[in-house]
């Protein structure tokens, strides 16, 4: 994203992978931006489909498209920052070096 020239501040993480601390912590620290896990971050994806269905139904618009509350925001540490950094470097050169082999 950034190569792009997307600038973010922080990030939401949704799914399952969002019940674990470890791990929404492990990606504000490989990411280098804050992380927000709203509340019942494993089934918001299902909620936000049925408010465009309630939506679709007539729903009120003030009524539907409310703001989540913010459960936890993680921020990056940049010590551990700059080691992922480090090895997504390695694994880049890595793979660069090692693809002629898989392509047989």
């Known amino acids: 994203m950034r ?37 019942d971050a494993q089934c918001i994806a299902a909620l936000g489909a049925a408010r465009i269905g309630w939506l679709a139904v007539g729903g009120d618009f003030a009524a539907v498209v409310r703001t989540p509350s913010l459960s936890q925001e993680f921020f990056p540490h940049d010590e551990r920052h700059s080691i992922l950094l480090e090895r997504l470097a390695s694994y880049r050169t890595l793979y660069r070096q090692l693809r002629p082999l898989f392509a047989t």
């Open 3 to 39: 190569a792009d020239g997307t600038r973010e501040t922080s990030l939401s993480l949704i799914g399952g992978g969002a019940r674990s601390t470890f791990w929404t912590q492990l990606i504000a620290d490989a990411f280098g931006v804050s992380i927000r896990r709203p509340p």
